[in-house]
Every structure is written in C-alpha cells, then in structure tokens.
C-alpha cells in the first residue's frame, strides 16, 4: 500500500509569495495518478490537479503539479488571498485503497 | 451543474446502525463509479469505499477498517448512492462525503458533496 507524505506541514506565507508544497510517495504511482485537492475551513474538499498535472475544470493557471520519480510538487505561482487552505494529495490508482496525504496548511504569513 | 448532497447522518449509539444517502444530478449518474471519503473531527482525508457501473458490474471496494461493517450500494434509476453503516464505533465519527468520480482513464474525485457528520457515542 502507498503512502503518501507531505511537506511542510504548515507553509507561512505572504499574498503575491509563490507557494511549493510537496507530497512524496513510498512507491511508484502508476501512470502518475496523483491528484491535489484544496480545503477550506467549513467547506468539502475541491480536486485542482489531476494526472499530476492536469488542471481540473475551472482552476486558475496559476496552481500547476509536476512530478519527478516518486515525488510531486503543487505550485502557486503568486498567492491570492481565498488560497489559503489545507491542501491534499492523493493517489487514485488502478486498485484500492485510495489514500490521501496528512495534508498542507497554507495559512498567512 | 453537477450536484451531490448527501443525508442522513445523525447521532448512533456505538454497535448501532445508520443508512446515509446521496442524490446526485447534473450529470449522467450511472456512467460514474461513486465513492464515500470521511473526515474525522480536525483529521485528514480517509478513503471508505467505492460502487462502481453497470459495465464493471457494480462491483464493491471498502477500506480495511470498514470492510465487514459497512456496504455501498447505489440506485440508477433514482440517481442515488447509498452507504449502509453497521456495527458502528466511537471512531466512525466523521464527516461523509459522497464523491463522483472521474471517468477513465483519470478516476480522481472530482466532484464532493457538502457533507454528512455521523456521531457515534453513548
């Protein structure tokens, strides 16, 4: 069974700053079925990224994922104030089960 | 616009049972495998369990620690996704959520639900 692990556990940063959250993997995904979802405080969770790095329907350029071996970035190119979120990655392979990782808190600086 | 919006949570007793439900709508709800994800208070995201088509056979996936205890089960006809909880435990308490999942190849979760809180305590 994957695990996922994510880094930092809390990112303090600035609107305008760039975010890099990262989500390291214990294995290979296959066929970079990796995805990033953003919550926020009250809400349900909203997929950003899929495939590593396919934008969902309706998310702004300015997040992107990318993937190197066994570990994944999210990007925020410049923050906007309703970025500030807990963010999760996720592997949605072939089989079960789907785990998620403990989560980013982007809180401002 | 797609929907989901889940019902039926509530207060249970521990070893007690509850039926959460799901209508979904804005979208052609028995092409899609449907999931159920939980939150417990303050925790991350934890996957529970999966219904996919008719064309895989409504064939059933379950996290380990519901495995046994719970059951998905869905309607076309209604465009509903059901999760039938049994034997429940302090540790079931959680927020639930129902999730379309994406069609193939990518099968990420696409779209949520706002939620259902079960409580489970005496």
């Known amino acids: 069974e994957i695990v996922l692990t994510q880094s930092p556990g809390t990112l303090s940063l600035s609107p305008g700053e760039r975010a890099t959250l990262s989500c390291r993997a214990s294995q290979s995904v296959s066929s970079s079925f990796l995805a990033w979802y953003q919550q926020k405080p009250g809400q349900a969770p909203r997929l950003l990224i899929y495939?590593?790095?396919s934008r969902a329907t309706g998310i702004p350029d300015r997040f992107s994922g990318s993937e190197s071996g066994t570990d994944f970035t999210l990007t925020i190119s410049r923050l906007e104030p309703e970025d500030f979120a807990v963010y999760y990655c996720?592997?949605?392979?072939?089989?079960?089960?789907?785990?998620f990782g403990q989560g980013t808190k982007l809180e401002i600086k | 616009e797609v929907q989901l919006v889940e019902s039926g949570g509530g207060l249970v007793q521990p070893g007690g049972s509850l039926r959460l439900s799901c209508a979904a709508s804005?979208?052609?709800?028995?092409?899609?495998?449907m999931d159920w994800v939980r939150q417990a208070p303050g925790k991350g995201l934890e996957w529970v369990g999966r219904i996919k088509n008719k064309a895989n056979s409504y064939t059933t996936q379950y996290a380990a620690s519901v495995k046994g205890r719970f059951t998905i089960s869905r309607d076309d006809s209604k465009n509903s996704l059901y999760l039938q909880m049994s034997s429940l435990k302090i540790e079931d308490t959680a927020v639930y959520y129902c999730?379309?999942?994406?069609?193939?190849?990518?099968?990420?979760?696409?779209?949520w639900g706002q939620g259902t809180l079960v409580t489970v305590s005496s």
């Open positions: 999730i379309r999942v994406q069609l193939a190849p990518h099968r990420a979760f696409d779209y």
């Open positions: 996720q592997q949605y392979g072939s089989s079960p089960p789907y785990p």
């Open positions: 804005g979208f052609t709800f028995s092409d899609h495998y």
């Open positions: 495939g590593a790095s």
